[in-house]
């Protein structure tokens, strides 16, 4: 599956369970996914790869990311 599907899959599943979905611009012509609940947002980063460095697809160790990779949380003021 190519990541744009994978979005628009993972979308319709949150959407389907209740979850406010909607799109972000991460830069141009490059979207990602925002859920939104409990007063705050949060912005998904999907991507295709492990970043550069990252982890071996058979490397069997659970994968551990530096926190704010993944994910950006924003509360409202």
Same mark, same amino acid.
């Given at each position: 599956?190519?990541?744009?599907?994978?979005? *628009?899959? &993972?979308?319709?599943? &949150?959407?389907? /369970?209740?979850? !406010?979905?909607?799109?972000? *611009? =991460?830069?141009?012509? &490059?979207? *990602? %996914?925002?859920?939104?609940?409990?007063?705050?947002?949060? +912005? %998904? /980063?999907? =991507? /295709?790869?492990? $970043? @550069?460095?990252?982890? +071996? $697809? !058979? !490397?069997?160790?659970?994968?551990? +990311? @530096?926190?704010?990779?993944?994910?950006?949380? /924003?509360? @409202?003021?």
């Amino acid at each position: 599956m190519k990541v744009e599907g994978f979005k *628009d899959w &993972l979308a319709e599943q &949150l959407q389907k /369970r209740g979850v !406010d979905v909607s799109r972000y *611009d =991460v830069a141009s012509g &490059l979207s *990602d %996914l925002a859920v939104r609940g409990e007063g705050a947002e949060y +912005r %998904l /980063r999907i =991507v /295709r790869t492990s $970043p @550069p460095g990252g982890e +071996r $697809p !058979d !490397d069997a160790n659970a994968v551990q +990311r @530096p926190a704010g990779t993944a994910i950006e949380v /924003r509360r @409202p003021d």
